[in-house]
């Protein structure tokens, strides 16, 4: 299903990511339907972030990094000449490994943080988004009492469903998570489980994780990556219960990686 | 849960370099020492005040309170007032700081946020060897070619278009508060750079990242994550360049004019606390003169540690909110 689909959010065409000499990403071909969940899986260094980090060309900042290929978006490419990154991030978001909120900002203003740069709102469309996104993530009871307190008060998990609170405010199309989870307890980890089935009703979303048992819970399609090259990608169910592949049933099984 | 019996408990063999008494012995000497040093800081300044301090005690007793808001200095009349030293010297600072440190974070922001990589350390390294320069080399181009040039051009055009206002008013002699003005944010401009490039170095890229992620363009990552992030780091920078203007002796003893005269007009010579100790204390013509002199110096000690209490405080106010574990 992965080649053909018409209604694919997000397709990568060969593309390939350099760092230096590094060769980290390696022809990779693959698409992603609109509202649905895509898990890259994958050891570590095999390139799984670095697919990631080029669907929203975050590799403009690291110098050094060079991307060729295509990364279509609505089937536009994200890397031709007219397209504005800045535009482009607001229809793909992103959530990080470690959370990242703004350490000089309250819980209200972090959440609010990407809505601002589209100018001033009124105070009472901020104050509902605020709360929209809050439960949403449903962090809103938890903090509803101390909006105004600083963000860094927030345990570990309180601040990644923040930092997912802040992405959601922007109202992506896309949301990528790299390991959204990795630092989070099981309870944590669960809610944002939850939360991401939940947001795939509006949203397309592409996860990377180095927990099978995620992968498996929350998406529809697994990715398996391996030295930089997709080595395959189908429905979550084939892949964990009959891949076709010797190193997708290696890794799976745990007897690499 | 219950705690586990004695039988339970893993036991726990120690490494051999946890002999008990080797580490006593080695932490014991090691605090020693670092005590030592603590308290011999602590002792050289007490001592350094005391000292001051009972030299200055003939001008205490002469001239009383009104040694700080006196106007007058005349060494052969005896009569000695610091006012006109205490204002040049906060003038001088804290104009050159209001100057030096828009600059300065600007500078350290293309360094570490704009610039590539290459063209980044190149102008770091070069901001690195400004610093390096001995003041009395800022001085000696400060006498020699900046002073003539705000005498010829600049001066008179400041007061030709701002003369109505009373920080413009008054002839062009050159060396001047605003030769003294520019000669040090040129010296601060230097350090305050580096220490706010190294602050933004110390940024993880997860906040920049974090901001670009969002949609922000550079510019709003740098407002949004970078500065935020950076505040205290670059207040900190800024108290230092702040100590080193005020303290600042030999660049400005030779372009500030030596007046000592309190006035509003940047275009008129002034004179600062440093430069008066520098010029007079060598030919110091009486006892109290040297006393006064000496009173001067306690003062410029009192000044640099309120103005040091008052920047921790600010410090204090402006990372409290963070709080938490940040
Ligand atoms: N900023 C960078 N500069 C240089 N090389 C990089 C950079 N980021 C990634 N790489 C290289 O690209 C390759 C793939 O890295 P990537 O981070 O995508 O791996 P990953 O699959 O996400 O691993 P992990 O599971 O450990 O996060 C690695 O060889 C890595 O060294
Ligand atoms: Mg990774």
């Known amino acids: 299903m992965s080649e053909a689909t018409t209604d694919a959010k997000i397709r990568l065409d060969r593309l390939n990511v350099h760092f230096g000499a590094n060769h980290a990403v390696k022809e990779v071909t693959m698409a992603m339907a609109s509202n649905s969940v895509t898990a890259i899986i994958g050891p570590s260094g095999c390139g799984k972030s670095t697919v990631l980090r080029s669907i929203n060309r975050m590799h403009d900042l690291t110098p050094g990094a060079r991307v060729n290929g295509s990364v279509l978006l609505d089937g536009e490419d994200i890397y031709r000449k007219e397209c504005d990154p800045v535009t482009m991030r607001r229809r793909v978001g992103m959530v990080f490994q470690k959370p990242n909120p703004f350490p000089a900002m309250s819980i209200y203003d972090n959440v609010i943080a990407g809505y601002r740069l589209n100018g001033r709102g009124r105070r009472s469309e901020m104050d509902a988004l605020v709360e929209q996104c809050l439960q949403r993530v449903s962090l809103w009871d938890e903090v509803k009492e101390r909006l105004h307190v600083n963000a860094m008060q927030l345990s570990g998990g309180q601040q990644q469903r923040l930092c997912i609170a802040r992405t959601i405010a922007v109202m992506p199309e896309v949301i990528l998570m790299d390991e959204p989870c990795s630092a989070l307890d099981p309870i944590s980890t669960l809610k944002v489980e939850e939360l991401i089935d939940e947001l795939k009703e509006k949203y397309t979303i592409v996860i990377v994780t180095h927990n099978m048992q995620q992968a498996a819970r929350v998406s529809d399609t697994t990715a398996f990556f391996y030295l930089g090259e997709l080595i395959e990608m189908g429905d979550t169910k084939k892949i964990f219960t009959n891949p076709e592949k010797r190193q997708t049933e290696d890794y799976i099984t745990g007897r690499f990686g | ?326």
Not at chain 2, 109 to 134: C, Q, S, W
Not at chain 2, 263 to 273: E, G, N, Q
Request: charged share 10%; no cysteine; net charge neutral.
């Open chain 2, 1 to 326: 849960m219950p705690r586990p019996s004695h039988a339970e408990r893993p036991v726990i063999f120690l490494p051999p370099r946890w002999n008990i008494k080797r580490g006593l012995n080695g932490d014991f000497l090691f605090k020693g020492v670092t005590v030592l040093f603590a308290i011999s800081i602590l002792g050289i300044l007490l001592l350094m005040a005391v000292s001051m301090y009972r030299q200055s005690l003939p001008s205490i007793h002469t001239s009383g309170w009104s040694f700080i808001p006196g106007k007058e200095w005349d060494p052969v009349g005896g009569t000695f007032g610091a006012l006109p030293y205490i204002y040049g010297s906060l003038v001088s600072s804290l104009l050159s700081l209001a100057l030096a440190t828009p600059l300065s974070i600007a500078t350290a922001l293309f360094i570490t946020e704009v610039a590539n990589r290459r063209v980044g350390g190149m102008i770091a390294a070069l901001v690195e060897l400004l610093a390096a320069i001995p003041s009395v080399i800022y001085g000696l181009w400060g006498v020699l070619v900046m002073a003539p040039w705000l005498q010829r051009t600049v001066e008179p055009f400041l007061n030709d278009h701002l003369g109505f206002l009373p920080f413009f008013s008054g002839p062009p002699y050159g060396v001047s508060m605003l030769a003294a003005v520019l000669i040090l944010m040129i010296m601060i401009v230097p350090i305050i750079t580096s220490i706010t490039k190294e602050v933004l170095l110390a940024i993880p890229d997860s906040q920049r990242e974090a901001a670009v992620a969002l949609g922000a363009t550079r510019w709003e990552m740098i407002r949004m994550a970078v500065l935020p992030y950076g505040r205290s780091g670059i207040l900190g920078a800024v108290i230092l360049g702040l100590g080193r203007a005020i303290g600042e002796t030999m660049a400005v003893t030779m372009v500030i004019g030596n007046t000592p005269k309190i006035s509003l007009s940047l275009l008129d010579p002034a004179y600062t606390m440093p430069s008066v100790i520098a010029n007079e204390f060598a030919e110091a013509s009486s006892d109290l003169h040297a006393a006064a002199l000496m009173e001067i110096g306690l003062l410029l000690l009192v000044v640099t540690l309120i103005i040091n209490s008052l920047a921790r405080l600010l410090l204090w106010g402006v990372n409290r909110p963070t709080g938490g574990q940040a």
